[in-house]
T-cell receptor, first 117, second 115 residues
């Protein structure tokens, strides 16, 4: 199993450009997540999905959009990149189950380092 | 509301000495707690998890953590540090009955190992 993969690994954008980050998982997980990681701030949740065709906002959703057209893929889009979106982006996935059994142990991708100039 | 506090942003120990990374949490419910490790330029890897079974949890690479409800703590320990332990460590709290968004990460502790 490849686990969770992310493409691209690195990207440099100019302010105002758009791009899409792709996350794929082969573990048949229901839940998928997009985080950004900035120095000294841990991981902050951007958007998440609890199943194919569903998405929801996390802690810092502004400036980002997501789509989950297939269960195994979760796309993160930046419509008009800004320097404040310079960050490392991590995708994760996890199992789901009945309440009380959903421990939300997450499996992470290797990350995408994005620089917006 | 849930929250998690990692009490040290940076810990430095000598190789072969014990490691202690401190984590306090706040939760309205009986939480699930995790420690993840992130090596430089890598993704996060699960070290161990507490899910209301045994309060002393053993993880990979010789790490363990003890859930102390009275102290609302979940500190990570290792008896003898190895150079390969140098990494960033994250404490995470979730409520197993809540939505997928209620996963709270601590701000991280960077562990340095001196030769």
């Amino acid at each position: 199993n490849a686990g969770v993969t992310q493409t691209p690994k690195f990207r440099v954008l100019k302010t105002g450009q758009s791009m899409t980050l792709l996350c794929a998982q082969d573990m048949n997980h229901e839940y998928m997540y997009w985080y950004r990681q900035d120095p000294g701030m841990g991981l902050r949740l951007i958007h998440y999905s609890v199943g194919e065709g569903t998405t929801a906002k996390g802690e810092v959703p502004d400036g980002y959009n997501v789509s989950r057209l297939k269960k195994q893929n979760f796309l993160l889009g930046l419509e008009s990149a800004a320097p404040s979106q310079t960050s490392v982006y991590f995708c994760a996935s996890s199992y789901s189950g009945p309440p009380g059994t959903d421990f939300k142990e997450q499996y992470f991708g290797p990350g995408t380092r994005l620089t917006v100039t | 509301a849930q929250s998690v506090t990692q009490l040290d942003s940076h810990v430095s120990v000598s190789e072969g000495t014990p490691v202690l990374l401190r984590c306090n949490y706040s939760s309205s419910y009986s939480p699930s707690l995790f420690w993840y490790v992130q090596h430089p330029n890598k993704g996060l890897q699960l070290l161990l998890k507490y899910t209301s079974a045994a309060t002393l949890v053993k993880g990979i690479n010789g790490f363990e953590a003890e859930f102390k409800k009275s102290e609302t703590s979940f500190h990570l320990t290792k008896p003898s540090a190895h150079m390969s332990d140098a990494a960033e460590y994250f404490c995470v709290v979730t409520d197993p009955y809540s939505s997928a968004s209620k996963i709270i990460f601590g701000s991280g502790t960077r562990l340095s190992i001196r030769p």
